[in-house]
Each structure stands twice: as C-alpha cells, then as structure tokens.
C-alpha cells in the first residue's frame, strides 16, 4: 500500500528537507507527490531547466525509502510565459480575459500553450526517465477545477468548436437539423458563424450548449493526451494517473480516465465555508464514482489532513477523523493515500489550508494521528490490498445527462445529482453494496439497477436496458426519462420515448410543482404494505400499457392516475416512479425492489451511523465498519471472525463495540 503526503519542499528551506524525510518516514510513509506547481523553479526563464533542487529532494527522500510521484507543472504556467504569450489564458463568457495570478488559469486549446507544456513536460520524461526514486506521474492538477469548470471562450476555442462539430456532424445541413436552427432564425451557412455560447441577455440553442460542454471535455482530454503520449514514450516504465475530484463533473471523467493507469482522488470531507460541507454519505458515493470510472481500485492523492481553508479557516477533523477518513478510502477501494499537505504552507493564496504541520513544523496531534494509521498499515501489509468488490447493484450515470440538467433543470428544485444521491443514499444506509458505473458499462453482473433521470437517451443505451430486464433483471428509471436524443432534442415520440415498450407506459401530460407545493400519493400494489406520503418537484401522469400500476396520485386534477409502474419484460421488470417520492415512500420502493431482485445486503442489523463496506478476497467476506458518529456504538456479530485492528477474534453473536469515529475491520470465519 502507498502511504504519504503531498509535498512542496521548494516552500522550506534546504536544511530542513533531510528532517522531514525523517519525520516522514517515523509516520510510515513510502511515497510524496511533488513539483505539480513547481514550473516555475523548474523553468525560471524559457529555455533554463533548473532540476537540481527537485533531484536533491528525490534523493533525501529516497535515502529514507520513500518513493516519488511528479506532478507535470501545467496548471501554473510561469510569470515569464503568460506575460510573453497572453493569448494562452482562458476568456470568460463576457469576454475577459483571465489574468495571471491564480491557478488554472491557461486554453486547453492554446496551441502556444500546448507547445510550451511539451517542452517542460519532455524535459522532465527525460530527466527522471531513468531514475527509479521516481515511480509514476500525476498530469497537471485537476483539470477543470478553480472556477467557470474550466469553461473557456477565446478565438481559438471558437475556431477548434467549429472543426470539432465538423467532425461530428460532417455538413451544416446536418448540423441545422440536428440542432433545430431553424427556430429563432438560426440557421447557420457558413461554419464560421457557429458561435459560442458567450454571455447573452436570453439562452442559448441547448443543442449548442451541449455540444460546447462536450467540446471542452473532449479539448482537456486531448491536452491531458499530449502529455500522456510524451509520457508513454520517454517513460514507458513509470505509471501515470491524474488527481480528479469525486463528484465534480464539468469533464467527461470515463473519457479522462481510459488512457490512465488508474484514477487518483482528492478527497476533503469537511470544507464548510470554502465549499460543500459533505456527509460521510457523499464521500462513499464520491469514492464509489471514482472507483467506477475504470471500474478499478484508485488512490486518494490528496486526503484532508487538516482544517482547509483559503480566506477563513475551516472546522478542525476531530480526533479520530483523519484515521476514519483513511479507512473509508480504503474500504472503497483506495490503494494509496497521500495527505494533503505535508507542512502548511507560510505564505500564498492556501496559507490556510492546513496540513499535517502547522506552519511550525512541529509534531502534533495529526501527525500523531497519521503516524498511527501509518503503523497499523504497515502491521497490516497486503492484507487490504485487492480485495475484490462483490456487488449485485449499479447506479448508472454519464456526464452527457448531467449537462443536460446543468443546461435545462427542468424544475428549479431539480438538482440531478442530489436525485441521484437520494438513491444511494438509501441503498448505503442499508448496506446494500453499489456500483456506480457509466450507462456504457458492463450491466450483466448486476441484479438490480436504479437509472435515475435518464433525460437523453440513445439506441445502444435502450439495448443495453432491455436486454438486462430481459434476462430477469430488475430496473428502476426515474422521471424525466426518455425525453430527449442525444443531441438534446425532445423526442417526437410519447414519453418516455424508445423506453414505452421496457417500462410499459406512457406518460400523457406531467405537472412541474412549484418549490413549496407537494403532491400526494398512496401505493396500493399488491407486493407492497399499502402507505400513504408525499411528493415532490414532479409529477408524470401515466397511462399504464401493460404495465401494473403500484402508485397513484390521491389528490389534484390527477388524482387516481398513476404514478409510480411496474412492467414484466422477458423474465425481469421494469420499474418507473414518475415522480419525487418523500423519503418513506423512496424507501418502501427501494426494500421491495431489493428483495424482488433477491439482492442481499452486507449486513444486518447495525446503528444507523455505522458505515458498513463489505469487500471479499479468496472467498473471505471482510466487513469494514465506521463510526461516523460522535457517538460509541455496539454491534452484534453474525457470525465468528478475527478483528484486525484491534487483533481480537470475537464469536457468533458477541457484541463488538466502536468507539466516536472508531473502525473496525473483521473477516469472517
Ligand atoms: C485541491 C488542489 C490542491 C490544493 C487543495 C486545497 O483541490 O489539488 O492543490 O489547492 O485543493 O485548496
């Protein structure tokens, strides 16, 4: 297993390196990611490549048994580069121009850019090709990230969009068709009138604006292409992976991920004022879309070691969570973890965001904490490293309906990805083990699968769902299915088109409810304990074909119509919820379709806040168990198994105590 941090030596001075690679190494690390920020100390003026303080740092470092990641330098190109070539910094939709001073701040379509990231990046390939202190390479830092997704509007985006929709459409007429320009008068006869889609009093051709998301996605996997083909060619030994962020989604991240060697996470439970505040429910459902981008085991390159904070100071990790944090990473897959950062930083704009050492570089309590992570991780070995992921459901997503919603909500209080959430969210809290994998993904090993919101819908995707249920799978689509082509054009169809025959309905009129109106709704379906509740947000009213009706409205202009379907096809169902259940009646859904799809949970019976992650290696079931709670919880075992933490066997039934913040992993014996 890879332990260690993420560190920025060119911060500190020289004499104090020799003491942190000590001090590193007490806490058990064995790997640093450095330079990823460094271009300009390793180009202090164009042409001058200065490498000697990095090769001096690899070295202490190595001399303490700790290996290296680089980091290529691009997402901060140097003083020196953007004053001489201004044009390689990104355009907002207003027309201005970003200035130099933050980060992240280039084209991915500059082609000056572009050609000058080759050069640092060669430049590096050869210098550490033969070095074997250094073990892989990170690709620039979180493409994407700081503001506007990367978004960028500057003359030479306009002219790559228009060859990029050359390339998919072939001719205008094509593209005037699929786009429908020939509302509002839009029709376009030369390429070079396509516009942008930059700031405007009304919107934009949704058409447009979803071509231009996937343009930008496709424009930083090129860029990350350029440097992954130099990388592989000097360096063919050393792996390569890039550092994404869980449920961010302003790129393609199955796209990004393909050429890498594996997916690298920044994982930062607790930003309350510079960003999301995420239960610990969002970060297993971050760490389980990464884990399903290559549908492979990650690392976690930068793991919160401490308060963050940019203009004021996020909450401290309270003891224990840092510990905990480490271990959620590892239940879900994460094979290395690297904190962020190693020393926190005296000066910049992240004087606040906190590291393992307070900008002192003193000892204290998190370093304690991570050292004794450290010195479990290392009693326990291999132990927690390939173990396999056994799972009987998916959620399937793609980046093509999250833009569509970005562009079109449809309700204001639609937010696909909290929709999403409310689903995981139920199967997490029941310790219903999940995928969640592209709608390109292999379905056959699943039992159960929840789609939710499937707004855009394509051919290959309807077969893929057809033959699942077919094979006696069991789905559930949500509303807002089947509505649009793949170019973001409503269907001439009944809704949810080309899913009427698999879902068995039609949805003949919907009602999109303001924020703080409810619908009503009872399940009468026969599998099911009747139950009465609520909904929200919207409302489809269905015509069933051959569907049987499981729940319907019981108030409005609405009432008695269905709302919520199942349909037999081939040897499985299909299942639609038309609208926005309250929790209870989510629930209810959800239990049922568990048992229907005979889908068995991880484990029975445990408090609420206890986390359980079951993952399996050479027919074992190991369990790992979390305490997210400030409070001490006990858990009944159900069967005898050795606890390797604490190093203790328990019996059948013994009850297993877990402190606030506590973690526990058992296998079964
Ligand atoms: C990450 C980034 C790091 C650091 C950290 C704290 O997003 O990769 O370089 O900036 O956040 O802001």
Redesign the pocket.
């Known amino acids: 297993m890879y332990f260690g941090c993420d560190y920025y030596p060119e911060h500190w001075p020289e004499e104090r390196w020799e003491k942190d690679a000590r001090m590193m190494k007490e806490a058990g690390f064995n790997v640093v990611r450095m330079a ?2 460094a271009w300009a100390k390793l180009e202090p003026k164009e042409g001058q490549f200065d490498f000697n303080w990095l090769d001096k740092a690899i070295e202490i470092l190595a001399q303490y048994n700790i290996k290296t990641v680089l980091g290529t330098p691009t997402a901060t190109p140097p003083a020196w580069l953007a004053t001489k070539h201004p044009v390689i910094l990104r355009v907002n939709k207003w027309g201005i121009r970003t200035s130099f001073g933050g980060r992240r701040a280039y084209c991915p379509n500059s082609r000056i850019y572009r050609t000058y990231s080759e050069k640092i990046v060669s430049k590096m390939a050869e210098h550490y090709k033969d070095n074997e202190n250094v073990i892989g390479w990170q690709i620039d ?2 493409f994407g ?1 700081d503001r506007e997704k990367g978004l960028c509007y500057c003359e030479q985006c306009a002219a790559q969009f228009r060859q990029w929709l050359k390339g998919k459409y072939e001719t205008l007429d094509k593209l005037n068709q699929e786009w429908g320009t020939v509302f509002w008068s839009q029709t376009y006869t030369e390429w070079e009138q396509i516009p942008l889609p930059r700031g405007l009093e009304t919107a934009h051709n949704p058409s447009l604006l979803l071509d231009y998301r996937r343009f930008i996605s496709d424009s930083y996997i090129s860029y990350q292409k350029l440097q992954i083909d130099i990388l592989r060619r000097i360096c063919p030994h050393k792996f390569i992976t890039h ?1 994404f ?1 869980g449920l961010f989604n302003a790129i393609d991240y199955y796209k990004l991920a393909e050429p890498l060697d594996f997916v690298a996470w ?1 994982n ?1 439970p607790n930003l309350r004022f510079t960003g999301e505040n995420k239960s610990s429910v969002k970060v297993s459902l971050s760490h389980d879309v990464m884990r399903g981008l290559k549908e492979k085991n990650f690392w976690v390159m ?1 793991e919160q070691s401490g308060p ?1 904070g ?1 203009q004021c100071v996020d909450p401290s990790p309270h003891p224990g969570e840092i510990r905990l944090w480490t271990y959620q990473a590892i239940a879900h897959g994460a094979e290395g973890i690297l904190y ?1 950062r190693w020393r926190t930083s005296r000066f910049g704009t ?1 004087q606040f ?1 906190h590291g393992i050492l307070d900008p002192s570089g003193t000892s204290r309590r998190r370093y304690e904490e991570i050292k004794k992570i450290g010195q479990e991780l290392k009693r326990l070995g291999d132990k927690l490293m390939g173990l396999e992921f056994p799972r009987e459901v998916a959620m399937l997503t793609s980046y093509d309906e999250q833009w569509a919603f970005e562009i079109q909500p449809n309700n204001p209080k639609f937010n696909y990805q909290e929709h999403f959430a409310s689903y995981y969210q139920l199967l997490h809290a029941w310790n219903v083990p999940v995928d969640v994998i592209s709608i390109q993904g292999d379905l056959s090993k699943y039992k159960l699968l929840i789609a939710p919101a499937l707004f855009l819908i394509n051919n290959e995707l309807v077969h893929n769902l057809k033959e699942f249920v077919k094979k006696g799978g069991i789905l559930i689509v949500t509303f807002r299915s089947g509505i649009k082509n793949w170019n973001n054009v409503v269907f001439d169809q009944p809704l949810p088109a080309k899913l009427n025959d698999l879902l068995g309905i039609e949805v003949v009129e919907y009602n999109s409810l303001s924020s703080m109106q409810k619908g009503k709704l009872e399940l009468i379906y026969p599998e099911i304990e009747p139950l009465k509740g609520e909904c929200d947000t919207w409302c489809d009213i269905i015509k069933c074909r051959e569907a049987e009706i499981v729940g319907r409205y019981t108030e409005s202009y609405y009432k008695n119509e269905a709302c919520i379907t199942i349909n037999r096809f081939g040897q499985g169902s299909a299942i639609y919820i038309g609208t926005n259940p309250s929790p209870e009646i989510k629930k209810c859904l959800l239990r049922w379709a568990i048992e229907k799809s005979g889908v068995k949970p991880s484990f029975q019976a445990d408090p609420e806040d206890i986390e359980v992650v079951l993952r399996r290696k050479e027919g074992k079931d190991y369990l790992f168990f979390l305490n997210h709670s400030e409070k001490s919880h006990q858990v009944k075992l159900d069967q005898s198994c050795v606890e390797l933490l604490e190093r203790r066997e328990y019996s059948k039934d013994s009850i297993m105590a877990i402190e606030p913040k506590g973690v526990r992993i058992i296998y079964r014996i």
């Open positions: 990823e920020f830092n979180e990230g550092n962020m920044d930062y930068e963050s940019w962020f992240e965001w």
